[in-house]
């Protein structure tokens, strides 16, 4: 088992794609391993969590909401992850246009509505967290796939760097 864990909900994807760069830019950037769990995944529902130091989160917004499997994992394991170094990310197509059209304000807005408000009424509080873009699909499918890619990696590299520093300390 790793010292760092990436748990994720995802609709239709585009969460998991998102957790596998983040995954492999800690490898090869800081050669640490982090272990993935889906929280869709019937076996995987209620993870063990309590092993790790820092939890990387990531979930799908859609339909105005979170996927559910995210919520019920901060209100499940509310308590453990008090203890944690906790990192969150949201896959937000709604987020990632307002970052596209440079709309800072918007974006930051969404960014609270989605993250810190949520994560406030778990009592939580995050190291780091950051909305990023989606891929729309379905009857939305013409919006695209707004996921910056370069955010994604730098903000990997964030995450690199503050739980290298834990584990070398
Ligand atoms: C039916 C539908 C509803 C959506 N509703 C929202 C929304 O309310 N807010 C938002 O920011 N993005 C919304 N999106 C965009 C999603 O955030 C985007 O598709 C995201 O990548 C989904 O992640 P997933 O593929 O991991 O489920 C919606 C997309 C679809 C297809």
């Known amino acids: 088992m790793n010292n760092t864990v990436l ?8 969460t998991t794609e998102t957790a596998m760069e ?8 800081f050669n640490i391993d982090v272990d993935l769990i889906n929280l869709k995944d019937k076996k995987t529902r209620n993870p063990d969590i309590s092993n790790y130091d820092n939890i990387i989160l990531g979930v799908s917004v859609a339909r105005f909401r979170w996927a559910k499997e995210g919520k019920n994992f901060l209100k499940k394991k509310r308590n453990t992850l008090a203890e944690k170094k906790l990192f969150v990310f949201v896959s937000s197509g709604g987020a990632g246009d307002a970052f596209k059209a440079n709309d800072i304000e918007k974006y930051e807005q ?14 939580l509080q995050f190291t780091s967290r ?10 939305f499918a013409d919006r ?17 760097f503050i739980i290298s520093e834990k584990e070398s300390s």
């Open 144 to 160: 695209g796939d707004n996921r910056d890619w370069k955010v994604i990696r730098s903000w990997a590299e964030e995450i690199g």
């Open 22 to 29: 983040i995954i492999r830019v800690i490898k090869e950037k």
């Open 7 to 14: 748990v994720y909900a995802t609709r239709w994807g585009a």
């Open 130 to 139: 950051k909305a990023l873009g989606g891929r729309y699909v379905g009857n």
């Open 110 to 123: 969404l960014q609270k509505k989605w993250i810190d408000n949520t994560l406030e009424k778990f009592n």
